[in-house]
């Protein structure tokens, strides 16, 4: 779980009324159920037609969809857990922790892929169905898995090597700094993610400019690639956010201090939940083919619920 939201929890609890600690809970929790609605109506899609999960564009969308519903499921029950428990065991606290930076880092190295499949499929045409194949994105996929374990997983490491053992018998608010508190864990975090994102930046601009070239002398399909590569530029700019929220948080803690817990969570609905809706915008419905897909299945939704609804209603007359 990333720094921002934790550290609103840990504020809420001293200074939001009931009122507006409910109204946020329903804010957050609306908008988050949401978005996991439908992503899982893209996924149900994805699993139902062929011509999706053989196509290595989709597969990797889908991926970062699942990735997506993860981490919004993870987000409201770190929400709900701070409004009612307040303080988890540190044991769990860490699970949440890990399984949280897991899927965080997953996000921007999932959108660097899905941009060089872009730039494959516009400026290699030929080549395309030789380089991405379904085999070669299921690889990907699991380099990207372990390249974010290997990521995250040292922080637990460290803090099992320097911390006693009853240490994760305690319990403590669940942020990122009370779960691993050793110093050098910070400084391995903050080369991490700039490493991160200066290759995963490098990428996008590289994809796009040179997708751009070919635009201007190809057809519609290099014209929206380029589009597409701009908002997953848009998204990773939004996950970054996460990478400066400390900073963030301090200078509004300086600047804002009367609205100093309404500002962090305006800005956990800017982090968490607003990049996790763009991933339904760019295929979901940019998407022709998706598009079409999932608009059979929300009409064979909407029929079965009539149907259902007429059957219930017959009954109750007689």
Request: net charge positive.
């Amino acid at each position: 779980m990333n720094a921002s939201f934790a550290n609103i929890t840990v504020v809420i609890q001293y200074r939001d009324s009931f009122t507006k600690a409910v109204v946020k809970n329903v804010i957050a929790a609306v908008l988050s159920l949401s978005i996991n609605y439908i992503n899982a109506s893209l996924i149900h899609t994805f699993c139902k037609h062929q011509i999706f999960y053989m196509n290595p564009r989709y597969i990797l969308f889908i991926h970062l969809v699942i990735n997506d519903m993860m981490l919004m499921t993870l987000a409201i029950i770190m929400l709900f857990i701070t409004y009612t428990l307040y303080r988890i065991n540190l044991s769990l606290c860490c699970v949440f922790v890990l399984f949280g930076l897991f899927a965080n880092e997953i996000t921007p190295l999932n959108l660097a892929c899905m941009a060089v499949e872009c730039y494959i499929a516009i400026c290699m045409p030929l080549r395309h169905t030789q380089i991405c194949t379904v085999k070669r994105t299921a690889i990907l996929i699991g380099v990207i898995w372990m390249t974010s374990a290997i990521s995250v997983l040292p922080d637990l490491f460290i803090t099992m090597a320097t911390q006693p053992l009853g240490f994760f018998q305690s319990r403590v608010f669940c942020v990122r700094d009370n779960a691993f508190p050793n110093p050098q864990i910070t400084k391995k975090r903050d080369i991490t993610y700039m490493v991160y994102l200066i290759i995963v930046w490098l990428t996008i601009l590289y994809t796009y400019f040179r997708i751009l070239l070919t635009a201007k002398t190809a057809n519609k399909d290099a014209k929206k690639a380029q589009k597409t590569i701009l908002l997953h530029g848009f998204q990773l700019l939004l996950c970054m956010t996460t990478y400066v929220m400390p900073v963030t948080e301090s200078a509004l803690k300086e600047w804002l201090p009367e609205y100093y817990t309404d500002s962090l969570y305006a800005l956990y609905i800017v982090v968490q939940i607003l990049p996790r809706s763009i991933s339904p915008i760019i295929y979901g419905i940019r998407d022709n083919t998706f598009r079409r897909y999932l608009k059979r299945h929300m009409l064979c939704q909407l029929r079965k619920q009539k149907v259902t609804m007429h059957k219930q209603g017959g009954i109750f007359l007689k």
